[in-house]
């Protein structure tokens, strides 16, 4: 279940935050996630239209469980491949891994039991995969309800093309004591920070959306809260859209920005096109400020 609660300027939503983030206690935790867009669902990159599109278009049929987490493991498998390619290093990466998970063969295993998908030893890849834009069934989160405030202004800034009553939203999802990682199927998932340095600046956590059907049935595609216990809700805060203006120069003041978030020469050039983009959102702003004098 989603409670919202609406927000009418960035200093509003900062205070709000503020306690929220102040109360959280020592044993619990308390996960957030900012989308540029309040009307965006909380279903990860995999299961939205754009890649279930082009998963029916490449079978030409019904798409079945099987057939999704066959993407799944041929993407993940592409992806460690490439990994090769580039240099770059994968989690618990060695030839036994592979020969245990990469292997056409591995893939028959899941089969039977498609809920025990993905293996243990592949959520660290998976993790890193996600963190570099693969579409996996992974959602991004963060512990920093801060840093979830600037990845919802960042994403309507980057965006740009702003509707008159659009608003962004930071979903709070209060988990309870640290130790509870399952919340009825959906997993909070913890990775170790040697997977990649954006998950130790942003504070980052997963969840893991659910698989229940079995071999031969359909995907099913439904919101993370859906999946969560009856007892249990995520709180929405949503905030205008044109605040995003204000909350740039808030998550400015306090150092969350793309150069520390992202700490890579990627990260800076982020910065830069924030920065323009801002620019550009304060002028138009000002533009329509002056046309309704």
Not at 52 to 71: E, N, R, Y
Not at 215 to 223: A, S
Not at 264 to 290: C, F, K, P, W
Request: proline share 4%; charged share 20%.
């Amino acid at each position: 279940m989603i409670q919202e609660k609406k927000l009418e300027s960035a200093t509003s939503l900062w205070a709000e935050l503020a306690i929220l983030q102040q109360n959280t206690q020592y044993d619990k935790q308390v996960i957030y996630r900012g989308q540029g867009n309040a009307q965006w669902d909380l279903i990860p990159a995999l299961l939205r239209s754009q890649s279930i599109g082009m998963f029916k278009h490449l079978i030409a049929d019904k798409l079945l469980s099987q057939d999704l987490v066959w993407a799944e493991f041929s993407m993940l498998r592409d992806f460690i491949y490439y990994c090769d390619e580039a240099g770059s290093l994968v989690p618990n990466d060695s030839v036994g891994f592979r020969e245990r998970n990469l292997l056409d063969r591995n893939f028959q295993k899941y089969l039977p039991f498609l809920n025990h998908w993905p293996d243990e030893e592949l959520i660290d890849a998976m993790a890193l995969a996600q963190l570099h834009g693969v579409p996996t069934r992974l959602l991004d989160w963060t512990t920093n309800a801060f840093i979830a405030a600037y990845f919802a202004m960042s994403h309507a800034l980057l965006e740009s093309n702003w509707e008159s009553a659009q608003e962004i939203a930071i979903f709070v999802f209060d988990t309870g004591a640290l130790e509870d990682t399952y919340h009825g199927p959906v997993r909070i998932l913890k990775v170790s920070g040697s997977v990649s340095k954006n998950v130790v600046a942003q504070h980052g956590v997963f969840t893991v959306h659910p698989l229940l059907e079995q071999e031969g049935e359909p995907v099913v595609i439904k919101c993370l809260e859906e999946y969560l216990p009856a007892n249990q809700s995520i709180l929405k805060l949503t905030l205008p859209v044109t605040e995003c203006i204000k909350l740039y120069q808030l998550c400015g003041q306090f150092g969350f920005n793309a150069a520390r978030l992202f700490p890579n020469a990627d990260g800076a050039s982020r910065a830069v096109i924030e920065n323009q983009s801002y620019v550009m959102a304060s002028m138009a702003h000002q533009m329509t400020q002056l046309k309704k004098v």
